[in-house]
């Protein structure tokens, strides 16, 4: 028995339950407190305990990692509604048991009716939240027909068993933590403001830790997914209801565009760190090129001898990513509008090149760094699971609406958020985005493009065997976060928790600064790096990763302290 068997469940039962899972229990408190423990059936690492604990009885009932990937990917829906959606998209790294990998681009396209210059006014200039805070900011939503297909190829146990945890607490509730309460009243006003007549997420006292969040129309779209899978959402009453929504502000989703919606399997980028083979995300994600391009550029240099956040590490990383986050502004874009020169970004010649102008005696300035040519932040929410299975199959994904609770707007009648996804185009070369990000002509609005990325979704193998999934939110910083976790691992020495908690810096080129977590770099760290031209910036938290790290005695979860995240495992 569990609290998601059956269609309704309650708390009598949920605690009977715990009750009698000592062990979860004091697993996910050694999660925040030091100790990983370690599971030898499988576990979930995501970013609401209820989520994790829906993609826990999946796997307990028999599900693969992909079954609990699309339990997890609908429960986070009802309980993150910040980040996880059925209104956004994402992209999943799939890692077979027996070493077959592939990824799936569930990502956002832009409507038929959008055009290049459409957050522009006459005299060219951004219309300031036009691609955040509208009808017009979101993507056409890919979430739902990236399950249905990861399913279709991959899963195991019945579609509608998958959908019945995420139904159960949207029908019924569940308590918010202290976290999502904060969320929730933050974005008080602008729920109201963006969503005149309707009464989702707003309260007249303000949310407590504790309190039960209900969300019925949530409830019944889902249950319409769970009947009839893809036309659940792209064709009947839900997708009639979000092209009502969208014509109450000029929004540009018609019937077609949802109709004509469907998630692509692309093959993985890959390469290697020392010993290591990574996975990872192709185009539209920027992340896996980006990933491979810093890994690459950092390999001959000993961190391991120089240590976690030292100045030597610091300095190297950052000048690393000036030259990365270059490269991204011009040649990173959706594949299947702009030719992407994947296989020259990747070369070892041309990466190791790239780091000639770097020395030690002076950062580069990044007006100095341009994009490489060769022949031929509250806004930070989006949310990272990754899932093994018993089998060792193995499942990253990163899914998004984009900015904290998307655009904000709620599909009236159908009770979930719309992403503003739009606003990761480049509206205007050399404009930056929500996250400082600049792009050109490889990233421009077009009908039926999807919008570059950063998200990271990742696994890495050792000697041919599994050896860590791993991914995370947090916009531009998500990249350089995946980074720095892996080498917390493999260059210091950290186990899976460790390596997630650990303090992170960031530099994305332009603008030209670090920005780093509060204790970060010591004051000594920062000293030796200011004097030599770098321009260090205090941060708020950088990113939310999940992680699991395979180890001789099992798998070891790393449940980001940052957020509510948690291990669930068995
Ligand atoms: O796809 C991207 O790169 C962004 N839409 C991700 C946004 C994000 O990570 C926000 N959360 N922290």
């Known amino acids: 028995m569990n609290r998601f068997a059956g269609s309704e469940f309650s708390y009598r039962v949920i605690k009977i339950i715990l009750g009698s899972l000592p062990l979860l229990i004091i697993a996910a408190a050694k999660a925040q407190t030091g100790t990983p423990p370690v599971y030898s059936n499988g576990m979930v690492v995501c970013a609401y305990p209820d989520a994790a604990q829906a993609g826990l009885f999946i796997l307990k009932k028999g599900g693969n990692a992909v079954d609990a990937a699309v339990a997890v990917q609908f429960a986070l829906a009802v309980t993150l509604p910040e980040a996880g959606n059925i209104g956004g998209g994402g992209f999943m790294v799939y890692r077979s048991a027996k070493g077959q990998t592939n990824t799936l681009d569930y990502r956002e396209k832009a409507p038929a009716a959008a055009s290049t210059n459409m957050y522009l006014d006459a005299a060219g200039n951004i219309i300031p939240n036009m691609s955040l805070y509208t009808h017009q900011a979101s993507g056409v939503p890919g979430s739902v027909d990236g399950m249905v297909e990861a399913h279709r190829k991959y899963g195991r146990l019945p579609w509608a068993v998958l959908l019945q945890p995420a139904i159960s607490l949207a029908r019924n509730g569940f308590k918010i933590t202290a976290h999502l309460a904060a969320d929730l009243n933050r974005n008080q006003a602008d729920f109201k403001r963006l969503n005149p007549g309707k009464a989702y997420f707003v309260k007249n006292a303000p949310w407590q830790t504790g309190d039960v969040l209900v969300q019925t129309d949530l409830a019944n779209t889902l249950q319409l997914i769970s009947a009839k899978g893809r036309a659940g959402f792209y064709e009947g009453r839900v997708a009639a209801q979000l092209v009502a929504e969208m014509k109450t502000g000029n929004g540009l989703m018609t019937l077609a565009d949802l109709k004509n919606y469907h998630s692509k399997w692309r093959k993985a980028i890959t390469g290697k760190y020392k010993g290591y083979k990574v996975i990872t995300m192709p185009p539209p994600s920027s992340g896996g090129i980006a990933l491979v391009q810093l890994l690459h550029a950092v390999e001959k240099y000993p961190l ?231 321009k260090i910036l205090d941060s708020g938290g950088i990113g939310r990763v999940d992680a699991i790290l395979k180890t001789r005695a099992g798998y070891q979860g790393g449940a980001d302290p940052r957020g509510d995240d948690t291990t669930a495992g068995w």
Request: hydrophobic share 35%; charged share 20%.
């Open 304 to 534: 391991h001898r120089y240590g976690y956040n030292r100045d030597s590490t610091v300095q190297l990383i950052t000048e690393a990513e000036r030259r990365v986050y270059a490269d991204r502004s011009k040649y990173l874009g959706d594949p299947d509008f702009y030719k992407v020169p994947v296989d020259s970004l990747l070369k070892p010649e041309y990466i190791t090149g790239r780091m000639a102008s770097f020395a030690w005696a002076q950062a580069t300035p990044s007006s100095t760094i341009q994009p490489g040519s060769f022949a031929g932040y509250e806004s930070d929410q989006t949310t990272h699971y990754s899932i093994v299975d018993k089998e060792g199959n193995a499942v990253s994904i990163t899914t998004t609406l984009n900015g904290s609770f998307g655009s904000k707007i709620v599909v009236n009648g159908a009770g979930f958020l719309l992403n503003n996804e739009m606003d990761d185009f480049s509206s205007k070369p050399g404009t930056p985005n929500m996250y400082g990000l600049v792009g050109g002509k490889a990233n421009s609005i077009q009908p039926g493009k999807r919008m570059l990325s950063s998200m990271t979704p990742t696994i890495l193998e050792k000697n041919g065997k599994l050896f860590m999934v791993v991914g995370t939110p947090g916009g531009s910083t998500i990249i350089t976060s995946v980074f720095q976790t892996i080498l917390n691992v493999i260059e210091f020495d950290m186990d899976m928790q460790q390596a997630v908690a650990a303090k992170r810096f960031h530099h994305q080129w332009l603008p030209d600064n670090i920005t780093a977590e509060n204790n970060a770099l010591t004051p000594e760290v920062k000293a030796i790096l200011t004097k030599k031209g770098y």
